[in-house]
Nanobody, 117 residues
């Protein structure tokens, strides 16, 4: 199993960013996937999840309406579209297998997102 996040960077408050997670080594299309973030000095926080079969999605309240999780099963890639970002979205973002929660057996290097003017 390999997960590699990309697309992080510095963005101004109110701006947008799209993260991607390239997955390999498992049957991507059949499993639920999620995004988890860790802000400086804080514990991990579940952000969003998407099921494999139905593409049903769920979000933590703080990002609902601003972030969109999606997947391209043909490309084995998970996405997180981040709109109207806020300073409190600053964190390292990780993708993982699973739908909810902060647990996971395999983690990539993460994508650092910094929201600052």
């Amino acid at each position: 199993v390999q997960l590699v996040e990309s697309g992080g960077g510095l963005v101004q408050p109110g701006g947008s960013l799209r993260l991607a997670c390239a997955a390999s080594g498992f049957s991507f299309s059949t499993v639920a996937m999620k995004w988890v973030r860790r802000a400086p000095g804080k514990g991990p926080e579940w952000v969003a999840g998407i099921l494999g079969g139905s593409n049903r999605t769920e979000y933590v309240d703080s990002v609902a309406g601003r972030f969109t999780i999606s997947r391209d099963n043909a490309k084995n890639t998970l996405y997180l579209q981040m709109n109207n970002v806020k300073a409190e979205d600053t964190a390292a973002y990780y993708c993982a297998i699973g739908f909810k929660g902060t647990g996971g057996n395999k983690w990539g290097p993460g994508a650092q997102v910094t929201v600052s003017s």
